[in-house]
């Protein structure tokens, strides 16, 4: 296993992060996965003993039941792991039960450590926007959280550029603590990450850690574009993130030749893709069995050539959009020594 720093922090992550979504699975995460104690304990151990140390969980999970079930697979071995989990769901039926209000907040802080079994949060995470509540508020109940040494580092997830880069000032403004990473959906089939945050985050030094980075499962290898779908794949069930299949099967297409001349699965190109994206610190994977999971495991000794990645880069591009188009026509030049294309840019 390799690791990677972890933003600016002195703390680092294997490249590749246990995800525990499909740990219980109860309610709308019964269609992830609903693992018992004993096949999340395999799952978890399995991880430790090939050098993983970082785990992700949310609160809102099976209703707290991820938490309790990862606290307890980690068992004495928790002080080895970097563990992170998420706060914004909803966690009951009253009206403050849900967001990035202070009482929330407090309320989940304390009820994600007693689930998990800890006494502190490497990485507590807001899992989205919350349009009710100031980022003022929110950064404030996240900061005194770290000052009272319930949570280590504090990060996002699902936010927007321009909703990240404002909590960011905030926090230089008033003193508090920083996001330091973004928990984004991101894969080879959705690289829309990559028109606004990227760019933000390689700018602010910040850590970009991939949810689904296979797609929901369809880049599994599991789809094509002519065979009838697997009835048990989580897909089936729960056609999410929105993937443009017309688009998608070209990718998977080429992965599939990609995957044939390295002799390794299609899932183990998807993920090798992202881990060869200079922004990623740690990619979350999700297993529901030890086979799936050590098939992910063997992404971090794939080595793809220059070749590979143009293919692939090329195949999933995404179309080009304003402003990109203008600033690319308008940065050509910038150099001394260059001139602009016009007719390359007009054909674009």
């Not at 966690?91 to 989940?108: A, K, T």
């Not at 996240?142 to 926090?171: E, F, H, P, T």
């Not at 330091?180 to 030094?205: F, K, N, W």
């Not at 297993?287 to 063997?298: I, P, S, T």
Request: net charge negative; charged share 25%; with cysteine.
């Amino acid at each position: 296993m390799k690791y990677r720093r972890l933003a600016t922090t002195g703390i680092y992550v294997s490249e590749l992060c246990l995800g525990a979504m499909t740990f219980g699975g109860t309610g709308l995460f019964k269609a992830i996965g609903t693992l018992g104690q004993d096949e999340a304990d395999a799952l978890v151990h399995r991880s430790l003993d090939a050098g993983i140390n970082f785990f992700d969980t949310a609160n809102v999970y099976s209703t707290g039941t991820s938490e309790e079930m990862l606290g307890k697979a980690l068992g004495a071995r928790r002080r080895d792991s970097i563990v992170a989990t998420k706060v914004r769901g909803r966690m009951g039926d009253g009206p403050n039960e849900i967001g990035l209000s202070r009482v929330h907040i407090m309320q989940q802080c304390d009820d994600s450590l007693r689930r998990l079994g800890t006494d502190y949060i490497d990485l507590y995470q807001i899992h989205g926007h919350d349009p009710v509540t100031d980022i003022e508020e929110t950064l404030g109940a996240l900061d005194a959280l770290v000052r009272a040494g319930k949570v280590r580092y504090i990060g996002c997830s699902n936010l927007a550029a321009w909703q990240l880069m404002k909590a960011l000032g905030v926090s230089r403004q008033r003193g508090l603590a920083e996001f330091i990473s973004t928990q984004s959906y991101y894969s080879i089939a959705g690289r829309e990450l990559e028109r606004e945050i990227i760019p933000l985050v390689e700018d602010q030094q910040i850590a970009v850690l991939p949810w689904s980075p296979l797609a929901g499962g369809f880049l599994s290898g599991k789809f094509t574009r002519h065979a009838e779908s697997d009835p048990n794949a989580r897909r089936v069930a729960f056609d999410f993130p929105p993937v443009d299949k017309d688009r998608g099967y070209d990718i998977i297409d080429a992965m599939r030749d990609v995957a044939t001349a390295h002799e390794v699965s299609v899932a183990q190109i998807a993920l090798a893709w992202l881990l060869h994206q200079t922004a990623v610190t740690s990619v979350i994977i999700g297993a529901k069995r030890l086979d799936q999971l050590d098939d992910n495991l063997g992404s971090i000794d794939v080595a793809l050539t220059d070749d590979d990645l143009d293919r692939l880069n090329t195949v999933s591009a995404l179309p080009s959009e304003y402003p990109g188009w203008m600033q690319a026509m308008q940065h050509s030049d910038r150099a001394p020594g260059t001139a602009r294309d016009w007719a390359a840019f007009s054909k674009k």
